[in-house]
């Protein structure tokens, strides 16, 4: 299996703080993360990847300055929202690559909500 | 034309009948295919993961890759109310791990 864990599962905060949310490869070591976000009803978002001892790269359109993300080892790579404001609320979803014999496959996270006030 | 084409649904089919997924898309050059379960709240779960056209079995889960068609299927049978979810397909290019989604269909499995 791959089992993949992220920290919150929920979150509310004030207008203005930043949260941090943190995602885990829980048995397998993963060189890439991607960190998704999700609407209500809707696909999955990739908001930027993940690579551990470097910079994350980001889709067009997400500012890194928001969005800090840094994967600090092969388990771990966290997702910071700076100054969060309510338009931030959302399922923020990670995913984390796990080597396979063909390709690598990607392995979800349970998502953490994050409810902005 | 977006690039994966899904029917959001929702679909909605009595318990024990067969549940029937599609996805097309328009990149020739797709070579790995993947269906997600995802409920209500919770991450994507990996159902199925084929290479190419073919089919691939597991218990109740079949997956179809037609890659002439640009077409793959997804089917459940002897569908059960806890297949209730949203089932969002995927795929990606060889030697890319970046995944290009469908919007993901909603089923209903009513007992």
């Known amino acids: 299996g791959a089992v993949v864990s992220q920290h919150p599962s929920w979150v509310i905060c004030k207008s203005g703080t930043s949260v941090k949310i943190e995602c885990r490869s829980l048995?397998?070591?993963?060189?890439?993360m991607f960190w998704y976000r999700q609407f209500p009803k809707q696909s999955l978002m990739l908001m930027a990847t993940s690579n551990e001892g470097s910079k994350a790269t980001y889709e067009q359109g997400v500012e890194k300055d928001k969005f800090l993300i840094n994967h600090a080892s092969l388990t771990l790579s966290t997702l910071t929202v700076t100054s969060a404001h309510p338009e931030d609320s959302s399922f923020y979803i990670c995913s984390a690559l796990k080597p396979g014999a063909l390709q690598e496959t990607q392995y979800f996270g349970p998502g953490t909500r994050l409810l902005v006030l | 034309q977006k690039e994966v084409e899904q029917d959001p649904g929702p679909l909605s089919v009595p318990e024990g009948a067969i549940v029937s997924l599609n996805c097309t898309y328009s990149n020739s050059a797709f070579q790995y295919f993947m269906w997600y379960r995802q409920y209500s709240r919770k991450g994507p779960e990996l159902l199925m993961y084929?290479?190419?056209?073919g089919n691939k079995e597991d218990g109740r889960f079949t997956a179809q890759v037609d890659k002439s068609s640009k077409y793959i299927s997804l089917f459940i049978r002897d569908s059960q109310p806890s297949d209730s979810a949203t089932y969002l397909c995927?795929?990606?290019?060889?030697?890319?791990?970046?995944?290009?989604f469908g919007k993901g269909n909603q089923v209903v499995v009513i007992p």
């Open positions: 084929t290479y190419s056209s």
């Open positions: 995927a795929m990606s290019l060889y030697g890319n791990n970046r995944l290009a």
């Open positions: 048995d397998f070591q993963a060189t890439t």
